[in-house]
């Protein structure tokens, strides 16, 4: 209703400028209506024209509705086209035209049909076209209703996905609604009940359980898994390369089957001959010095300490705890691992691990602020801290993962290669996103503003970006699941950190915005 009184009082507010018109119900409905439906075409490929109407059409549509008197000195309605469409290429913008004519085909409606969409099937079923017919004499639907894939449902509190005919659940555990106080209060939320004592053991996968218990529980043997995180674990020593080779801590969280594809921890790499001194990729050594690239330190024989551009904040070691239960050198060295910093100091508790624990380790972790007071902050999977963030927890199916893995030259696929992939549809640079492999097996992703003190504006973007990314999976987009690894994930669930309404900007901030809110006042009024 906001919107409407804002449309009905004359004015269109962009995040730049005003721009006064007359009464949009009365000044050339149909026009309006038509750039509303325009702007809200989404382009199928980042190559195609955006949700731009052209300038032409722009400048007759504040020729006519555009309020001259109340236009600010200077201010034209050619001037102000030139601002929000400077081009009429038809392949860089939306004409108005072909939406205001009637269509050719508009009685020739039952010439082509879509019987599957929208779907009129059940949640539980698949919608195929009838191409068989209908038996002689009777009439059919041009549809059929069969049972699918990709259901999602749940048990208990454990979310589900019925995939080429087998259930696939988590191993969250849950309390029993029949459970009495006491159960609730010795519940901890850990696979199989295990206590909440932080003796965290390294698994094979690459991954730091809090426990035995837990890396027994969730199926490793005692020979998988060795007492001490895995970042402690030197596995170049003993030096497992050959005498001309170097040995390269590269750990990294396989989310294979590791008895068919090993999850090594280390690479071994030949002296370069030779670098590409132009090559820009920067990282940091442990000594502090910065280098263009990773082939440049290799042979300057320095050690990793981090990717990026030497920092001074973590010139000197000051350790962090991760989400991952790793703990970190520096701040930087997390960072890198792309994983966000849970707390100060060294990994000495076990994280929340379900909303239903009542006690937990994290009790005597002191949390850092927030980084926004105008935030209400959420807590990752298995951490202590509350985050301004929005996250993503994803049920995924390892058969496919071995499947990728076997026709990638049985490398295995890491939760490295995920983040990378996710991280190129993050599309606001002041968001950035980190993962980790939870102690339930799922992968949690946090989707962060990267300034230390965001502001509200912020914080609601990558909670649009976390939005997105959570349409684009359960919706099984082609965007997202066309590359190999992601087709994998079979349910998301999201939850964001939002931010007090007092907070918020007073006028729309986006195009899309604009368009939305035009929709809805025009569909209102007219």
Sequence with gaps: ?????????????????????LDISRCQPEMWKTVACALQIKPCYSKSRGSVICRSDCVDILTQCGDGKRFLEGQTPERICDLLSATDDPERCIPLHRYLTPSPFENSIEEVIHPCNPSPCPSS????????????GHDC????????????????????????????CSSRQCVRSDGSDEDRRLFTGLPCSCADHFVPVCARNGRTYPS???????????????????????????????????????????LTELSEYPCPQYECVSRPAGCDQNQLDPVCDTDNMEHANLCLLFQRSKSLAYMGHCQDACRKPREVCGHNGETYSTVCEAF??????????????????SEFTSDSGCNAVPCPPLSSRACNPITPLGACCPVCAGMLQILWNKAQMNSFAKLN??????????????????SVPQCDIFGYLSIDSELIFLIVPVDQQPTPLQIEACSKEAEKIDSLLNSASPTLVSQVPLSAFLRSELQLSTISSAALPPLSLSLCVFSSSLLLSLTADL
């Design 125 to 136: 079923h698949l919608c195929e076209v009838n191409r068989k017919g209908c038996h002689p």
């Design 1 to 21: 209703m906001n919107d409407f009184r804002l449309w009905s009082n004359g004015t269109i507010k962009m995040p730049f400028m005003n721009i006064p018109v």
């Design 141 to 168: 639907l041009p549809y059929f209703c069969v049972p699918g894939h990709g259901v999602s449902f749940r048990v208990d509190c454990q979310p589900c996905s019925c995939f080429a005919g087998e259930s696939i």
């Design 212 to 254: 035995a218990c837990v890396a027994r529980c969730v199926g490793f043997k005692d020979n998988q898994f060795v007492f001490g995180s895995c970042r402690s674990i030197d596995p170049c020593s003993p030096n497992p390369c050959q005498r001309s080779q170097r040995c390269v801590p590269r750990r990294q969280v396989c």
């Design 336 to 353: 890198s691992d792309r994983v966000a910093v849970d707390y100060q100091g060294r990994c000495h508790a076990v994280g929340v691990v």
């Design 409 to 426: 030259r049985n490398q295995p696929v890491t939760v490295h290669d995920i983040l990378k992939i996710l991280r190129l549809h993050i």
